[in-house]
């Protein structure tokens, strides 16, 4: 890796011994997606952890029609937890990873990933860490879907935008309809609502949140 990757790749992961972060530097391989780029799919066997730089990783599940669920974000200084599981199993992904802007991932081969956890006390916290972390952020999707209705899944998967990518979501109505599994017009209705309240400001290409939290 350049000199570059290896400040970012300290910066990003801090929590790293430094022998550790020298192992990555040496071992792994730094792959650039351009946004809309896959880095995983279904299907696929997994060899290597995936660990992400700079950018954004969108983690989902597609159905035959081509549906996306959403499961989690990944930002820079995360890393891939399903894609650990399926590594450490030696399993073909169950799920889908594509850039949602231009990034960087680091990508481990699955061999070190697995010697590593007894070798490095930082990196056996940090892929617990991630385990729980994903954990828990699946099971707030499924208390969304399971206890929520869709005008209050609408909010959650709002706040979960913008807690990644600022007040500014680039989303068109279909795209988040077809992740929530409803209809265009019924979630056009619903943010129409949410402008009324001024929670939010619709613009032709993306929706600007204001406040959510007052709604």
């Given at each position: 890796?350049?000199?570059?990757?290896?400040?970012?790749?300290?910066?990003?992961?801090?929590?790293?011994?430094?022998?550790?972060?020298?192992?990555i530097?040496?071992?792994?391989?730094?792959?650039?997606?351009?946004?809309?780029?896959?880095?995983?799919?279904?299907?696929?066997?997994?060899?290597?952890?995936?660990?992400?730089?700079?950018?954004?990783?969108?983690?989902?599940?597609e159905?035959?029609e081509?549906?996306?669920?959403?499961?989690?974000?990944?930002?820079?200084?995360?890393?891939?937890?399903?894609?650990?599981?399926?590594?450490?199993?030696?399993?073909?992904?169950?799920?889908?990873?594509?850039?949602?802007?231009?990034?960087?991932?680091?990508?481990?081969p699955?061999?070190?990933?697995?010697?590593?956890?007894?070798?490095?006390?930082?990196?056996?916290?940090?892929?617990?860490a991630?385990?729980?972390?994903?954990?828990?952020?699946?099971?707030?999707?499924?208390?969304?879907?399971?206890f929520?209705?869709?005008?209050?899944?609408?909010?959650?998967?709002?706040k979960?935008?913008?807690?990644?990518?600022?007040n500014?979501?680039?989303?068109?109505?279909?795209?988040?309809?077809?992740?929530?599994?409803?209809?265009r017009?019924?979630?056009?209705?619903?943010?129409?609502?949410l402008?009324?309240?001024?929670?939010?400001?619709?613009?032709?290409?993306?929706?600007?949140?204001?406040?959510?939290?007052a709604?």
């Open positions: 890796m350049e000199s570059t990757h290896k400040n970012i790749l300290l910066q990003q992961f801090p929590q790293f011994e430094l022998p550790l972060a020298k192992d530097l040496q071992n792994s391989n730094i792959k650039k997606l351009a946004a809309g780029e896959e880095a995983l799919r279904t299907g696929q066997y997994i060899r290597s952890t995936v660990l992400l730089l700079s950018g954004l990783l969108k983690v989902y599940r159905d035959d081509g549906n996306e669920f959403l499961l989690y974000y990944l930002e820079p200084g995360n890393a891939c937890a399903l894609s650990m599981m399926c590594t450490a199993r030696e399993e073909q992904s169950q799920i889908r990873v594509k850039a949602v802007d231009a990034s960087e991932i680091v990508l481990i699955s061999h070190l990933s697995e010697a590593w956890l007894a070798k490095y006390k930082s990196w056996h916290h940090f892929v617990i991630s385990y729980r972390q994903r954990f828990e952020e699946l099971l707030q999707t499924l208390d969304s879907i399971a929520k209705a869709l005008d209050e899944r609408l909010l959650f998967y709002l979960r935008h913008v807690q990644v990518s600022g500014e979501i680039r989303l068109s109505h279909q795209q988040i309809a077809s992740e929530l599994n409803s209809s017009e019924v979630i056009s209705r619903l943010l129409k609502k402008e009324q309240a001024r929670a939010i400001t619709l613009h032709r290409n993306y929706i600007e949140v204001h406040n959510l939290t709604v």
